[in-house]
């Protein structure tokens, strides 16, 4: 990040909020010259909760890290849930401790009274200490304390019972939903084995947290659609020796077409002998490559990708590709590529080039796998041996 900008986004934020704070150090000094105790205890309060305003930040950095890690909507509000208890007790405690404290060190006993006088107080339990020569100060704290508790209450209350009562909507819902399928199975009277391959596809693609893609799909424009799909092939379209000249608006036009699938372990991807019409991208999960005659060749995985010359070569297939675990696949056929590089002329000129010479010079290293028939062309993967087309 440039430090231009992070000086600029500290200046408009949080810098006039330690500048305040910074009072706390020179009230220090002013209390030497026998300024007015009460006065002093609390501006030290006031501008230590100024301090606190920095916790704002701190909710932000929650939901970067909610998006970074992918956590929960559940684990986040029971994670600000309990910031907010932490924070209003330490601040509370600070608060009543400097007020009430008469002497200038720090005294252990001292503040665990005070700690424990406050979490009673905020628990609504006590009234705070009982003495026939309290001060006006010493008597207005306990009642404020007692009124910030049954607002506390209120607050722990309430997002106690939205994260409890989405959670169990959001369990509901799915269990309606396998429940429904489960019913479906059985009217249908699947067999065993593919009552299996279900629920390992649901498993595999909902993780456990089911979603209606289609209300996501009305939920989100066209163009944020084209982002996400966008994101989430970047790194395999890095892999791809053939689009690796073409400009970043040729590459999320054709990232715009692709086409995502879910593979269950045995489903065959590629068959030798169809002609190649699409390029496979390797989102997550494990596939095998074989021979016509299923010789195994090789495993790819996350972030491989296969097929591309067939977008711009009308061969058969003489390899198979088969799923050996649950797979996402994004696939991009060749009629959607040649209509966005029809506009492209020598791009497309370019990337045919590639393609004939990758495959001139690929197809020797491949005779020796698997015998070559005379009118087909066959060539290998860069990370082990894979069909092109």
Same mark, same amino acid.
């Given at each position: 990040m440039n430090r231009g900008e992070v000086i600029k986004h500290y200046l408009q934020t949080y810098f006039f909020v330690d500048l305040v704070s910074l009072v706390l150090q020179i009230a220090g000094f002013v209390h030497e010259r026998d300024v007015n105790l009460i006065v002093l205890k609390l501006l030290k309060s006031c501008f230590v909760i100024v301090r606190y305003v920095r916790y704002i930040w701190c909710l932000e950095v929650l939901r970067t890290l909610q998006l970074y890690y992918g956590l929960s909507s559940f684990a986040c #509000? &029971? &994670?600000k849930m309990l910031l907010d208890i932490i924070v209003c007790l330490v601040l509370? &405690?600070?608060i009543l401790y400097t007020c009430l404290s008469t002497e200038t060190e720090i005294e252990i006993e001292k503040f665990l009274r005070h700690s424990e006088n406050t979490v009673k107080m905020l628990m609504m339990v006590c009234h705070g200490r009982r003495s026939h020569n309290l001060t006006s100060l010493e008597m207005l704290l306990p009642t404020l304390f007692i009124l910030v508790g049954f607002i506390f209450h209120l607050a722990v209350l309430v997002q106690t019972s939205d994260i409890w009562f989405k959670y169990f909507s959001a369990q509901n819902k799915q269990s309606t939903v396998y429940? /429904? &399928?489960n019913a479906y199975m059985r009217y249908k009277a699947l067999p065993v084995k593919l009552r299996e391959r279900i629920y390992l596809y649901l498993e595999f693609k909902y993780q456990r947290h089911f979603f209606k893609e289609s209300v996501i799909r009305k939920a989100t424009s066209s /163009? +944020?659609? #084209?982002e996400i799909l966008i994101a989430a092939t970047n790194t395999s379209f890095q892999n791809v020796d053939l689009f690796c000249e073409l400009p970043k608006k040729v590459l999320n036009k054709i990232r715009a077409h692709l086409i995502s699938e879910i593979l269950l372990p045995g489903d065959a991807l590629i068959r030798a002998g169809t002609i190649g019409r699409c390029m496979f991208l390797l989102i997550a999960g !494990? $596939? +095998? $490559? !074989? !021979?016509?005659e299923n010789k195994p060749l090789c495993f790819l995985k996350d972030g491989a990708h296969f097929g591309e010359i067939a977008l711009v070569v009308r061969l058969e297939r003489v390899i198979n590709v088969t799923a050996v675990s649950p797979c996402e696949i994004f696939k991009l056929d060749r009629q959607h590529f040649t209509v966005i590089m029809s506009k492209y002329p020598e791009l497309l000129k370019n990337i045919q080039n590639k393609a004939f010479a990758k495959l001139t010079q690929q197809v020797d290293e491949f005779v020796q796998f698997t015998p070559v028939p005379s009118n087909m062309q066959i060539v290998p993967v860069e990370s082990g041996f894979s069909e092109q087309f």
């Open positions: #509000k &029971i &994670i509370c &405690i600070f429940e /429904s &399928i /163009s +944020l659609r #084209k !494990t $596939v +095998l $490559v !074989t !021979t016509a």
